[in-house]
């Protein structure tokens, strides 16, 4: 599997604390079924995002951690000004393995009126926008039509992992089941910070989406899809979604589908 957003760099924002939680974090996820994990520290009001300083810590985290995981620098790249203008500086700088896809987080608080327009300098640029766990913000859960839109106009939905396990609460569990239903999720991916409240596997929320969905969807979910991204490539989704097993639609695309 390839996870495109964790916390894994120690000292550079919320996720490990050290080295050593690091490399076990690193050996977790490989031994739980993750190949290529992308670091993607933040760059928010909080934490500088120092792209040298990220490539250093992977290059030491790899030596540390061994053979049988690529370790590729991303970014959890917030939607505010200050960012927006280093990007169009420097569009591949914060994206991951700076290969064209940007890892979008939006605020909790305000969801800008002109964050398409926003989104769409970037695109110009030649960044292509994931939308990191729409099923975590309060606003959005209010504005399915949003997400709707956005997905129409080209951008991707990453949900995490856990929110469909509940562990992000019923509303996160049951919109992100609601945006599975309708299509609207391209990744899954872990947001990991630590070993065990929010460790680094996806082999947990894999297994869910088989039973719930299909094995299809969650071989697109959380290999193919995040592998076009790792080699910044447009996804395939000439099938997508598939069939749901059984073939039966769920509630939501019941109500939702013409
Ligand atoms: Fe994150």
């Given at each position: ?29 490989r ?13 928010d ?23 049988g ?29 700076q ?31 994931i ?69 680094p ?58």
């Open positions: 599997m390839v996870d495109i957003h964790s916390h894994v760099l120690p000292g550079i924002d919320d996720g490990s604390k050290s080295m050593e939680e690091t490399v076990e974090m690193i050996q977790m996820a031994a739980h079924g993750t190949t290529v994990l992308v670091a993607s520290p933040h760059a009001t909080q934490y500088t995002y120092d792209a040298a300083r990220v490539d250093e810590l992977l290059a030491e985290a790899r030596t540390l951690a061994g053979p995981i690529q370790l590729v620098r991303g970014c959890d790249f917030h939607l505010m000004f200050d960012n927006i203008e280093a990007a169009l500086r420097e569009p591949l700088k914060y994206t991951i393995n290969k064209g896809y940007l890892l979008m987080e939006l605020s909790d608080l305000t969801i800008f009126p002109n964050t398409g327009t926003l989104w769409s300098q970037l695109e110009e640029a030649g960044m292509k926008i939308l990191t766990h729409p099923e975590r913000n309060p606003l959005l859960r209010q504005r399915l039509e949003l997400v709707q839109e956005w997905v129409s106009q080209g951008r991707f939905m990453q949900v995490t992992g856990q929110s469909l396990l509940g562990l992000f609460g019923k509303k996160a569990e049951e919109f992100a089941r609601q945006l599975l239903d309708l299509g609207l999720v391209h990744f899954i991916a872990s947001d990991a910070h630590d070993l065990r409240g929010r460790p596997r996806l082999d947990v929320a894999f297994q869910w989406i088989c039973e719930h969905y299909s094995p299809r969807l969650a071989e697109l979910l959380f290999i193919e899809h995040p592998a076009a991204v790792i080699r910044g490539e447009a996804l395939d989704l000439s099938e997508f979604p598939p069939e749901r097993k059984g073939n039966k639609p769920g509630f939501w695309s019941r109500l939702f589908r013409k």
